[in-house]
């Protein structure tokens, strides 16, 4: 079936020690788009490429990078987690074009703790 | 930023009542999108429906259903007779416009009691 996959499903990284967390999708949606759910909070957007070009939000702290090496793999790179990092990382994507905004996939979200 | 707002925080039930949550929604757009998710426990978020603007019918599934409203921008969600496994967050959210991003409100926790 066509989806998306992050991997993986759950990561403890060390305080201020890099981690990447990586999402897959098979859809060939032009968009993909990375999440922040902290405890008890609605999902956040980080940011999301359109193809090859990056959309950083506003707000979002330079600590959070991201990569998309093709269509089909989108990375979250975090440099030096921080305790207040620790969250659900959501991966999403969905079509461009006319379509965009119509339907979004999420994949099933890493889970990640700093210790 | 136009917001997408859940009034309610947390929502407990006894098993079998119905039960609603309001969504109240904001935008400048002609054409947008709004949508509901399940997320239980385990943390992925489950689809469960999409309306656009130009379609104001109101839909059931099963035990769901949504009253979608554009004279007071809201797209309330009705369970009937819930069930312990309806226990878990239910966000609304909005797309639209030129802006394509997925806009979430803050989510009703709804548990379920037997």
């Known amino acids: 079936d066509a989806m998306v996959i992050q991997n993986p499903r759950y990561q403890v990284t060390q305080f201020g020690k890099p981690v990447t967390l990586s999402c897959s999708q098979t859809?060939?949606?032009?968009?993909m788009y990375w999440y922040q759910q902290k405890s008890s909070q609605a999902p956040k957007l980080l940011f999301h490429?359109?193809?090859?070009?990056?959309?950083n939000e506003a707000d979002t702290p330079d600590n959070f990078q991201s990569r998309r090496p093709n269509t089909s793999f989108c990375f979250l790179d975090i440099r030096s987690p921080g305790l207040g990092d620790a969250a659900m990382y959501l991966c999403a994507t969905s079509r461009g074009g006319t379509a965009r905004g119509y339907g979004y996939t999420f994949g099933s979200g890493t889970r990640l703790t700093v210790v | 930023a136009q917001k997408v707002t859940q009034a309610q925080t947390e929502i407990s039930v006894v098993e079998k009542e119905d039960v609603t949550l309001d969504c109240v929604y904001e935008t400048r757009d002609t054409t947008y999108y709004l949508f509901w998710y399940k997320q239980p426990p385990s943390g992925e978020l489950v689809f469960l429906i999409r309306?656009?603007?130009?379609?104001?019918q109101n839909e059931i599934s099963g035990r769901y259903s949504w009253n979608f409203q554009k004279s007071t921008s809201s797209f309330n969600f009705t369970i009937t007779a819930s069930q312990v496994v309806d226990s878990a967050v239910y966000f609304c959210?909005?797309?639209?416009?030129?802006?394509?991003?997925?806009?979430f409100g803050k989510g009703t926790l709804l548990t379920v009691n037997p």
């Open positions: 859809l060939n949606h032009n968009v």
């Open positions: 959210a909005r797309s639209g416009g030129s802006n394509y991003k997925l806009t």
């Open positions: 309306r656009n603007s130009f379609d104001e």
């Open positions: 490429y359109y193809d090859k070009d990056f959309n």
